[in-house]
């Protein structure tokens, strides 16, 4: 298939994506619009959201949902795990040309770079499609899913530093030590609060827009994300 041109490979968190479907299997909407979205997704989640679907295919211009998106909602077990998979293998064209049992982390990125997505874009879009492949229970090599054990260890490293501040000060004298990582927890807490205000403020990405403002709108998103160190905690799933 054709990519379409200045649009990216789905970058949201691939269990934001899926509690959006949940959200779905209850009752679906003659149209995708912002009013379907309740106070549980922030506005840059929206935006990260309605942009997959239109990658996709799973709604059309105006907002309507495919018979693939309706299918996707409505079914369970294998039969989903089925139609997931359908819809990877349809857009992601260059990635299935290679032996994903076998692939190589590099071969990988040079298949999904042929979407001409942003280097700073390009972890995101391949997270989504690593979560969104196993869970359609398509088999991958382990060069392709090693990342994630990496990145669970890293998170491990997070919670062993957090439990440090809960310990009592030892006989060395680190209590200023421990109040000094304490305050550095809460400065960093208070500026993810303040980068998740300013996200939720920054509009919401249309596909009308001509390709210079397209491309003026990802990179300000790139721009606060990268400032404010907090993404779409992709890793996250």
Not at 159 to 181: D, F, H, K, L
Not at 222 to 229: A, P
Request: aromatic fraction near 8%.
């Amino acid at each position: 298939m054709a990519i379409e041109p200045n649009r990216n490979p789905p970058y949201v968190a691939f269990r934001t994506f899926r509690t959006f479907l949940e959200s779905l299997a209850i009752s679906m909407p003659d149209r995708i619009d912002r009013s379907v979205f309740d106070s549980k997704f922030s506005g840059t989640a929206t935006s990260q959201i309605n942009s997959a679907l239109r990658s996709l295919k799973l709604i059309d211009a105006d907002g309507s949902p495919s018979g693939s998106l309706r299918r996707l909602a409505q079914t369970q077990g294998e039969e989903h795990q089925m139609v997931l998979a359908g819809i990877l293998e349809s857009y992601y064209e260059p990635v299935f040309r290679l032996d994903l049992e076998r692939a190589t982390k590099a071969q990988f990125r040079e298949a999904m770079k042929e979407f001409g997505c942003t280097e700073s874009m390009l972890i995101k879009c391949e997270t989504f499609f690593i979560h969104a492949a196993q869970h359609a229970a398509i088999s991958l090599s382990p060069y392709l899913t090693s990342n994630r054990k990496s990145g669970a260890r890293a998170r491990g490293g997070s919670r062993t530093s957090r439990n440090v501040v809960r310990q009592p000060a030892t006989e060395n004298g680190s209590e200023v030590e421990t109040a000094a990582v304490v305050e550095s927890g809460q400065i960093a807490l208070t500026m993810r609060e303040l980068a998740l205000k300013v996200l939720d403020k920054y509009p919401d990405f249309d596909p009308t827009w001509s390709q210079e403002t397209q491309a003026s709108w990802m990179a300000g998103m790139n721009k606060l994300q990268e400032t404010f160190n907090v993404g779409n905690s992709a890793d996250s799933q």
